[in-house]
């Protein structure tokens, strides 16, 4: 596997894929105005994680350290620093 670095701030390590992971939000009642107030759980559907595309199809990623938004493509790629799976 090998390291990858933001083309924008050059931080190693950083890249995310940039997910939409639903969720079920505990709701208590509602309020006058027909809107909820929640309880304070949420419930995660980590099985319907699913990777954010561009509108060509590419995953999104991102930069954790400087927040920009990369294709696979802009990524660096680190050749010299192979790292091995446990």
Not at 12 to 37: H, K, M, S, V, W
Not at 67 to 85: C, H, M, N, S, T
Request: hydrophobic share 40%.
């Amino acid at each position: 596997m090998k390291r990858a670095k933001c083309p924008r701030c050059g931080a190693a390590d950083t890249i995310a894929e940039l997910d939409l992971i639903p969720g079920l939000a505990g709701i208590g009642g509602f309020n006058e105005d027909a809107e909820p107030e929640f309880v304070g759980y949420t419930e995660v559907l980590w099985n319907d994680q699913i990777a954010q595309r561009d509108e060509h199809g590419n995953i999104i990623y991102v930069c954790t350290s400087c927040d920009q938004q990369l294709r696979f493509a802009e990524i660096v790629l680190l050749d010299d620093q192979v790292v091995e799976k446990a």
